[in-house]
């Protein structure tokens, strides 16, 4: 055994015994021979794919420092939505570098996820309170994301007065890369896209919304309220950008009557990170609870009356509303927003007014010094950035060439003039840095640089004169000590990786290795702005070309492009690239895209929101999908068809054995075929989409490639496309100079874990990663063999295997006994497990995946803990347990319950709590009893102002 080989690392099966003891439980002599049996023979790669030799964890962590040192860090003052921000180091120690929190997934079983749920409760409560606004979600993706959502809630929230009014005004000064997601989203709604100045808008009647910023992209501070009232009189409705530190000091948005705010919480902790990750936000008013896209954050109770923090009104999903959902927003930030949360614990309403004060202090003494030299600074109102006009393209040039000298970088404009914008680390030496650039400019004596006694504030027209974070949270965690205890105390109320498997079907939650993830404290990489300079670049550009490369082998298409920041992103934007590549061809009539029952949930969601008219390809009772339907409705559509969206191996965990005669029809019609990526797990090194003829895929890296989870998010979806798509992939006005089909804020979507996909890759390598994929289908196709006596398996494939996960039969269950899958969920966290993925892609079962990386002794203690849960479902069956008060209908049984003094049910606590012997070694308890989900929608509680604790 090589103990460099990061391959018996990140494998969870690597002793030969334990793999014969599978291969015997399955009924195959080998790994190859069970590949054969799940594989079509006509799908499997002729050659082996060209990758590099794999790296040891020492070489990759060395070449990573390599790259880094490619990369400039200078001090930028560029703005546009990206600002420099210290991460408090118990932050960056206890979050982002926490397994505790990076490897937990989305909280869909609230009772094992309290910590996290609490955190991003803050959340909702900060961006509440300093919008003005009572409801939010817990996160979006980034600030022009948040955008186009916004864009999309007003064209659903239309009066009906305005019910036929197509047209959305968009302010002139909104970031451009805002202005450029909304018109690629609205190009597929019928809504023409109105760009212009707020004061010249005349709120005509053909208008249903408008979009301004606050402060605006020169970071000038405008009065809106006027320009609101106007639109609220006419039932016009109004989004705000607004930045989220100046709303520390500036009146929110929510109090002079905006419908809606969004933006970016990067600055609230998160670096720059070339542009990502970090959270965006949308907030709104009450009422449009049920349009407001994302998850949100409600309480609710347990049967004992105690308060659980749940996800609320989760029916909005859209794999559970299809193609009637009004969002594709799958992955969200919630790793970040937690970190964001974070953050406003740790300083509280006074040291966030700190922040800002200091910001808005420095930004307004830099004006005023900068008017001394003879420099004109054309805002009249401002927080933090400084529009410098009155400037010749060579006097521009001039401060250019001395800034970069002094490793500093400013906004430069096409009219010569300069933007600056200061932030949290902006230092009194920065700003003489900054004088003595515009000084040397103009050849004069450089002024020492002198801050007043206390803190500049803003004109009192626009100062904030609410009060906000007044909660108890917010006042108790100011110091190091007593935030990292809480910190660590919410991590305790949730399970992740790092208390036991999690084996949720579709979301691939394997190792997110240590390695791999030293990237994202790589100062190098972290605190570089997206808009930076190339040449200060070149590590990233790299590293990112390096990955495309390697993703384009990996997939068999060469076109790759790391815009889209979750994989829902990646979904739209390879629909899109289809859209425009129709449209260039002339094919504008095929408006329509066969989606089988089988694929993955999201997909009906993306293909309607790209504005296509859906028809669904049944499938058979064998879980397939039924190709004579499929067949005849592609040819009967022929001339309408524009693609069809497959996920292989499909949602039911098998590979369909006749997918190339699929593929090939929806060629013979004209059309194109996107694959879905969320089971690529399943494909790496043995076959690929290329190969199998597609014409687009999206790679959701937060699965298949190794990216954490985060509780939610980070994600990020590429897309890889064909040679003749290439001229159709997104670009980006800032990074290319001009815009197409733009889907994200940054040119590159979350830049920074991409590189944890990368060292996935170059760490496996071509051996490493078809071990993987072939320990992944050991994996599930042994769990299926210990389960299809009790519970049964719902589908498998051609040849009686399954693919990388499985079905975990459960109506039966429910028809003997009165137990149902959600009972088997709940009771799982008694045995420290988190459940598998609940009644998706069918209802009544479980979908399980175990991933490559969890051992033997793993799944053979998961699989007892089923066999164990087996055996009480019969107890209820049979009449030994009662009918409703059991373990399953009571469970999860929470630590205050099991201690507690007032113990009535007919089995025992150790029953309840300890039915396993290793549990009374390692026991994980939850805080919390069942949630009650009726309750929660029904009584909708989103922050702290609206409670009592």
Known sequence: MNTNDFTIRHVGVTNHDDEQKMLKSIGVESIDKLLDKVYPANIRLKEELDLPEPMTERELIEHINELGQKNKVFTSYIGMGWYDTYTPAVIQRNVLENPGYYTSYTPYQAEVSQGRLEALFNFQTVITEL?????????????????????????????????????????????????????????????????????????????????????????????????????????????????????????????????????????????????????????????????????????????????????????????????????????????????????????????????????????????????????????????????????????????????????????????????????????????????????????????????????????????????????????????????????????????????????????????????????LSNPQFAFIHPYAPADQTEGYIEMLDNTASLLGTITGLPGVSFMPNSGAAGEYSGIRVITEYLKAQGETQRDLIILPASAHGTNPATASLAGYEIIIADTDADGNIDVDDFVKKATDNKDRLAATMITYPSTHGIFEAEIRKLIDTVHECGALVYMDGANMNAQVGYTNPGFMGADVCHLNLHKTFAIPHGGGGPGEGPICVTEKLKPYLPSHAVAYGHDFIPVAAAPFGSAAIVGITYAYIRMLGREGLKRATSTAIL?????????????????????????????????????????????????????????????????????????????????????????????EIQEVANGTADKEDNVLKNAPHPLYEVAGDNWTHPYSREKAAFALPYLKDDKYWTNVGRADNGFGDRNLVATYSCCEF
């Open 131 to 519: 919008t003005g606004l009572p409801l939010t979600n817990c996160s979006l993706l980034d600030e022009a994301t948040s955008g186009a959502e916004a864009a999309s809630m007003l064209l659903n929230i239309r009066s009906r007065k305005r019910k036929n009014a197509n047209k959305l005004f968009i302010a002139d000064d909104l970031f451009l890369s805002t202005k450029g997601v909304i018109r690629t989203r609205a190009a597929r709604w019928n809504v023409e896209v109105v760009e212009g100045k707020a004061s010249d808008f005349d709120f005509a009647e053909d208008y249903f919304g408008a979009i301004v910023q606050y402060t605006n992209d020169h970071g000038e501070i405008k009065d809106y309220k006027e320009f609101i009232a106007k639109a609220k009189e006419k039932e016009i409705k109004v989004a705000v950008a607004a930045d989220l530190m100046s709303l520390v000091l500036l009146t929110p948005p929510g109090e002079i009557g905006a419908d809606i705010v969004f933006g970016s919480a990067q600055r609230f902790g998160v670096p720059m990170y070339f542009g990502g990750p970090s959270a965006g936000y949308l907030a709104s008013t009450d009422e449009y609870k049920r349009v407001i896209p994302g998850r949100i954050v409600g309480i609710s109770k347990d049967p004992n009356g105690k308060n659980v923090f749940r996800l609320a009104l989760q029916t909005r999903e859209q794999h559970i509303k299809r193609e009637r959902a009004t969002s594709n927003i799958c992955t969200a930030q919630a790793l970040l927003a937690t970190m964001n949360s974070f953050y406003a614990v740790y300083h509280g309403p006074e040291g966030l007014k700190d922040i800002a004060g200091r910001i808005h202090t420095y930004a307004v003494v830099l004006s005023k010094t900068l008017a001394k030299m003879g420099y004109t600074q054309s805002n009249k109102q401002f927080f933090d950035t400084l529009y410098i006009t009155g400037l010749s393209k060579d006097e521009q040039s001039k401060i250019r060439e001395i800034a970069l000298d002094c490793q500093v970088n400013f906004r430069y404009y096409e009219d010569g003039a300069i933007g600056i914008s200061v932030d949290e680390t902006t230092l009194l030496s920065d700003l003489g840095t900054l004088y003595y650039i515009f000084a040397t400019a103009k050849g004069i004596e450089v002024p020492t640089p002198e801050l007043p006694n206390e803190y500049i504030q803003v004109e009192e027209q626009f100062r904030r004169a609410s009060d906000f974070l007044q909660f108890e949270v917010f006042q108790k965690y100011h110091t190091e000590t007593e935030l990292m205890r809480y910190i660590k105390r919410l991590e305790k109320r949730d399970i992740s990786l790092a208390q036991s498997m999690i084996s949720l079907g579709s979301c691939t939650m394997k190792l997110n290795a240590a390695a791999e993830l030293f990237i």
């Open 779 to 871: 994996n599930a196709n042994y769990m299926a063999s210990r389960l299809k006596d009790t519970y049964g398996i719902t589908y498998s494939g051609h040849t009686g295997y399954v693919g990388h996960e499985l079905i975990l039969e459960c109506r039966k269950v429910k028809e003997m006994s009165g137990i149902d899958e959600n009972d088997i969920a709940k009771r799982l966290m008694d045995f420290n497990y988190h459940a598998p993925t609940l009644s998706f892609p069918v209802h009544g079962t479980l979908m399980i995946e175990p991933t490559e990386s969890e051992s033997l002794a793993e799944l053979d203690r998961f699989i007892s803990v089923l066999e164990t849960i087996w055996d």
